[in-house]
C-alpha cells in the first residue's frame, strides 16, 4: 500500500496509518543530494516528519569532503551524526544502508535521496522484512525509486514571497 505521507510537514496532515506507528526507524540522508540551498528542505522538517511515524533510532547524514561547517554544525545540533567522506558519497551511503539493513533493532529503512541508484538498497531492504520509506524532492526524485518503496514522503519546498 504505497501512501504519500507528508507535503512539507502540513500540520492538518493526519499521521500515517497505524502499520507502521510507533516502529524504530534507520535514517539514512544523502546530502549532497538532498541537502542543497535551491530545495530549501532543513533537517528538521525530515526529522519530524518520520518522528510522527515512528521513533528514530539511528540517523545518519553522509556528507562529502566539502560540505560547509555549518551543515555539519547543523547536523549535529539536531542530534544526527555527520559522516564525512573524501569524494563520492553513494558508496558510503549504500554501506551505512546495508548496516541498517542488518540491524534486528531497526524495523523501518528511511532514505533520504533523489537517486534511482539506491533502488537495490530499497529492494534488499524490503526482502529481508525491513519496511522502507524513501524521502525526497522535486525536480529529479527518481521514480522508480518511489515505486520500490512502501512509503514516500515528498517535500515540497516553501516559497517564500
Known amino acids: 500500500m504505497k501512501e504519500t505521507l507528508i507535503k512539507v510537514l502540513k500540520r492538518e496532515k493526519e499521521p500515517p496509518s497505524e502499520e507502521i506507528s510507533g516502529k524504530s526507524i534507520g535514517l539514512i540522508i544523502d546530502g549532497p543530494n538532498i541537502l542543497r540551498k535551491e530545495f530549501g528542505i532543513k533537517l528538521e522538517d525530515i526529522v519530524e516528519a518520520l518522528e510522527r511515524i515512528g ?3 539511528v ?3 553522509v556528507l ?11 547536523v549535529v545540533n539536531q542530534g544526527l551524526e ?19 539493513i542488518y540491524n534486528s ?11 534511482a541508484d ?4 530499497i529492494q534488499e531492504a524490503k526482502r ?5 520509506i524513501v524521502i525526497g524532492t522535486e525536480p529529479g526524485f527518481s521514480v522508480a525509486l518511489q515505486n520500490a518503496a ?11 514571497d
Open 105 to 115: 533493532d531497526v524495523e523501518v529503512i528511511a532514505l533520504a535521496t533523489r537517486d
Open 82 to 100: 555527520p559522516v564525512i567522506v573524501a569524494g563520492d558519497t553513494d558508496v558510503r551511503i549504500a554501506i551505512e544502508a546495508m548496516e541498517l
Open 128 to 132: 529481508k522484512g525491513k519496511e522502507t
Open 150 to 160: 512502501d512509503y514516500v514522503i515528498k517535500m515540497v519546498s516553501k516559497v517564500e
Open 55 to 57: 521513533k528514530i533510532r
Open 118 to 121: 539506491f533502488l537495490p538498497i
Open 64 to 74: 562529502n569532503q566539502y560540505a560547509p561547517q555549518g551543515l555539519i554544525e547543523a
Open 59 to 61: 540517523a545518519k547524514v
